[in-house]
């Protein structure tokens, strides 16, 4: 079956313009998560939507990011006013169930999406 | 606190050579995860380790979770080119986000 698919691929936007990105999850998958992957460095959480819970936002940097998860499905990472720093591999993942609650055949292992680009001029 | 060490940031091995790489946390925890990435790719989970002591392996991957519960390694026997790419350990924290280590970029030489 379809993996996780995120849109764009690549962005290049400037400094100061908002931008969107798209995360479409694994049919099914009640849990979705948005981490960030700077340059030669390790992933970073950003958020985490489960089901219609209120979604864990501790992990954004700052308030110009923001997710919505629409209908339990497909997810938006918007970044207002955009800075050079925000440059980075933004990806997304899904689990069947949450990580760390209902560890039941690997049905919270995270699959990540391939990543959008964003690059910031 | 949260902070995983992951060495070495880098290995350059000729095929068929063994590999081992390793994770190391100042706190302990229950769940250690190893990923591979391709380039332009998401990780992928390799290995998952939830009891301390626990072997495992994958194929020619084997990875350990350590007995003090604060550290991890992985090792890959009889490298091939396609082993290449970045190897991330990663732990469960709060809730369910992973914390993921910087990573080990394995080039495999024919």
């Known amino acids: 079956g379809a993996g996780v698919s995120q849109s764009p691929s690549n962005k290049v936007t400037e400094k100061g313009k908002d931008v969107e990105l798209r995360c479409d999850p694994i049919?099914?998958?009640?849990?979705l998560y948005w981490y960030r992957q700077s340059l030669g460095q390790g992933l970073e959480f950003l958020i985490y939507?489960?089901?219609?819970?209120?979604?864990?936002k501790s992990g954004l940097p700052s308030d110009r990011f923001s997710a919505e998860r629409t209908g339990g499905s497909v997810s938006t990472l918007t970044i207002q006013r955009t800075q050079q720093e925000d440059s980075a591999v933004y990806l997304c993942?899904?689990?069947?169930?949450?990580?760390?609650?209902?560890?039941?055949?690997?049905?919270?292992?995270?699959?990540f999406g391939p990543g959008t680009r964003l690059t910031v001029l | 606190g949260q902070q995983l060490n992951q060495s070495p940031q880098s290995m350059f091995i000729q095929e068929g050579e063994d590999v081992s790489m390793n994770c190391t946390s100042s706190s302990i925890f229950n769940t250690w995860l190893w990923y591979k990435q391709d380039p332009g790719e998401g990780p992928v989970l390799l290995i998952a380790?939830?009891?301390?002591?626990e072997l495992t392996s994958n194929g020619r991957l084997t990875a350990q979770f350590g007995i003090t519960r604060k550290d991890s390694f992985l090792n890959i026997s009889a490298s091939i080119p396609s082993d290449v790419g970045i190897y991330f350990c990663?732990?469960?924290?709060?809730?369910?986000?992973?914390?993921f280590g910087e990573g080990t970029q394995l080039t495999v030489n024919p």
């Open positions: 380790l939830y009891k301390a002591g």
């Open positions: 939507f489960q089901g219609n819970s209120a979604p864990d």
């Open positions: 990663a732990k469960e924290t709060s809730g369910s986000r992973l914390t």
């Open positions: 993942a899904s689990s069947l169930t949450p990580t760390a609650r209902f560890r039941l055949a690997g049905t919270d292992t995270q699959y």
């Open positions: 049919s099914g998958h009640t849990a």
